[in-house]
Every structure is written in C-alpha cells, then in structure tokens.
C-alpha cells in the first residue's frame, strides 16, 4: 500500500489537508463546504467504499475518505 499522508506533512500542511474534513477551518479554508470530501474529490482514485485511498494532489499517497485540502476539485 502508498505511504499515508499525514497531517503534519509540509505538502498536507501547504494545502490545508485534514483527513477529517468536519476539521478544517471553514474561516480560513473558505473554499471548504460541507459535503466536499476526498471521496468525491477528481484526484482520489481510491475504490468506492474504501476508507482511504490514492491522491494524485500528493503523489499517490493514501488520503483518508472523509479528508479534504485546498485542492479539491469535484469529481465528474
Ligand atoms: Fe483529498 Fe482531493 Fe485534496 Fe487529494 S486533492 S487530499 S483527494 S481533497
């Protein structure tokens, strides 16, 4: 399996991730809402269901489900 990210990664911490996203800082992330999440994030290609997965933002590491960072973007 890829390494986790973890939160205090300096790339993680460069685009705000936290691998629960009830977590993030809407006041300072105010491109958060509630909903957008890695599971439905473009650059997540972990399988549906799966509690985490790959990232493409961070290399291919395993990003939690439930996380989010600046990068997200809705997957089509
Ligand atoms: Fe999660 Fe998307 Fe950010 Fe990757 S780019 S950590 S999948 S929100």
């Given at each position: 399996?890829?390494?986790?990210?973890?939160?205090n990664?300096?790339?993680?911490i460069?685009l705000?991730?936290?691998?629960d996203?009830?977590?993030?800082?809407?006041?300072?992330?105010?491109?958060?809402?509630?909903?957008?999440?890695?599971?439905?994030?473009?650059q997540?290609?972990?399988?549906?269901?799966?509690?985490?997965?790959?990232?493409?933002?961070?290399?291919?590491?395993?990003?939690?489900?439930?996380?989010?960072?600046?990068?997200?973007v809705?997957?089509?």
């Open positions: 399996a890829a390494a986790k990210l973890e939160e990664d300096p790339t993680a460069a705000g991730y936290k691998a996203a009830s977590k993030v800082d809407a006041k300072k992330y105010p491109a958060y809402k509630v909903g957008n999440t890695c599971a439905n994030c473009t997540y290609t972990a399988k549906a269901g799966a509690a985490s997965g790959p990232c493409g933002a961070f290399g291919g590491k395993d990003v939690a489900a439930k996380g989010w960072c600046m990068a997200w809705k997957k089509a």
